[in-house]
């Protein structure tokens, strides 16, 4: 493996280890990512020519360490009196540091050490002085590690404007104050709602990539479940934490089946269910019971018993429709929305047939929704092949690739709308 090949896997996975170790010690975001990135040019120049090096992890966080300490000696000559009067923070935002002490920082540190670290990291980018876009656009860049332009289409909004809204929102951490630290017990609640947002569109741009080659980031599933995990262990009786991590946890059980060895997507009605893992969706399914159970019935319990329906079905055929359509109804009662209507119209279809399914989808284009989204189009476009309406479903096919997708998306919705067209017999 090449060391630029490397380097971008280890960047993002690291990215949150490596910046919550740096805020462990200077307690300045600006600083941690700053020196994250000077690591993680080191290593674009270094790794090509050394090898990417036995633990990458550590390198980047021995090489960001250095390099922080060195921008924080530099400000201490540069501004002797104003680093004097600020003092010595241990837990502040913005905090002087004194360079003598560069060698109390753990450069690899007990695991729960770092998981707490991450978790640390992942409230204060989700503290409730920042507006939740805010919230979520920053933790998704510090802690899940995505790109400035990954995130501004999992918010469809222009690159500069992602780019100016993670400025503010780091400004106002440093201006505040604001400590990083866990949250207090009685603060906890109305924290994790954001917390698990963040987890969630972290896992929905692993497993449906939104700017990638590949319809699946196992770098960035992984990440989700790992922090879902965690939060579980923080939170053990909040019903929606558990129901997402059964969420989180059905749906990648399914992963191996969503795309062919050669990166092709496969819708779910082909899958081969033989090759999802059944340790995992049992293990997820208990996960959905119990969550129902706990407490209050909340969207990503919803969701999850969804996925548990799609996944305990031994075939495609065999899938309790019926079943999915009135937990997307009551999903659509707890959270409203167009793509929450969209998949229950894709649910009535299966249950009483396209016809009925376009109705519901006719009902989503009249109201103007989803108006830049591939799967509406595509949705109609497969629905109307099913009744036969050809010229149509190749039409909307095509209004579904004038619209953003992923590759492996955009080269499955070609064949599908070449599998349409009439067969040309040789004269």
């Known amino acids: 493996m090449s060391g630029v090949i490397a380097g971008e896997e280890v960047f993002r996975t690291e990215s949150g280890r490596v910046l919550g170790a740096l805020m462990r010690r200077y307690g300045d975001l600006d600083l941690a990512e700053d020196a994250f990135q000077d690591a993680c040019l080191a290593a674009l120049e270094t790794w090509p020519r050394d090898g990417v090096p036995d633990s990458p992890g550590a390198w980047l966080t021995t090489v960001a360490a250095n390099r922080a300490l060195d921008r924080v000696r530099r400000e201490a000559r540069r501004l002797p009196k104003e680093v004097q009067a600020l003092g010595l923070r241990a837990d502040g935002v913005g905090a002087a540091v004194s360079p003598a002490a560069d060698e109390e920082l753990d450069l690899d540190g007990e695991p729960s050490v770092l998981q707490d670290d991450q978790l640390r990291l992942l409230f204060l980018c989700c503290h409730p002085a920042l507006a939740e876009e805010a919230q979520v656009a920053l933790t998704l860049r510090t802690v899940g590690g995505l790109t400035t332009p990954e995130i501004a289409r999992a918010f469809l909004v222009p690159e500069p404007t992602m780019a100016q809204r993670l400025v503010r929102a780091k400004r106002k951490i440093a201006l505040a104050g604001i400590p990083f630290r866990m949250p207090e017990p009685d603060e906890l609640p109305e924290r994790t709602a954001a917390v698990l947002h963040v987890v969630y569109l972290v896992f929905n741009e692993g497993y449906s990539a939104t700017v990638s080659d590949t319809l699946v980031r196992t770098d960035l599933c992984d990440e989700a479940l790992r922090l879902a995990a965690l939060l579980a262990v923080l939170r053990p009786n909040d019903a929606e934490v558990a129901g997402l991590q059964a969420l989180l946890v059905l749906h990648d ?33 208990r996960l959905v019971e119990e969550a ?76 103007g929704e989803l108006p830049t989204h591939h799967r509406l189009p595509a949705a109609r476009a497969h629905l109307l092949a099913e009744l036969g309406r050809t010229e149509e479903a190749m039409a909307e096919y095509d209004r579904a690739l004038a619209l953003d997708a992923s590759q492996p998306e955009q080269a499955y919705l070609r064949e599908q709308r070449a599998a349409l067209m009439p067969s040309r017999t040789p004269p």
């Open 292 to 367: 129902l159970r706990t407490g209050p019935v909340g969207p990503y319990q919803l969701e999850a018993a969804i996925a548990a329906v799609h996944a305990e079905a031994a075939t495609y055929d065999d899938t309790d429709w019926a079943q999915i359509v009135a937990l997307y109804g009551l999903l659509e009662q707890a959270t409203p929305g167009p793509l929450v209507r969209l998949n229950r119209a894709v649910a009535v279809s299966m249950r009483d047939g396209p016809a009925a399914g376009l109705v519901e989808l006719d009902r989503l284009v009249a109201a």
């Open 253 to 285: 059980a399914r992963r191996r089946g969503r795309v062919t060895p050669d990166g092709r997507l496969v819708p779910l009605a082909e899958q081969d269910r033989t090759t999802w893992d059944g340790a995992r969706i049992a293990y997820g399914v």
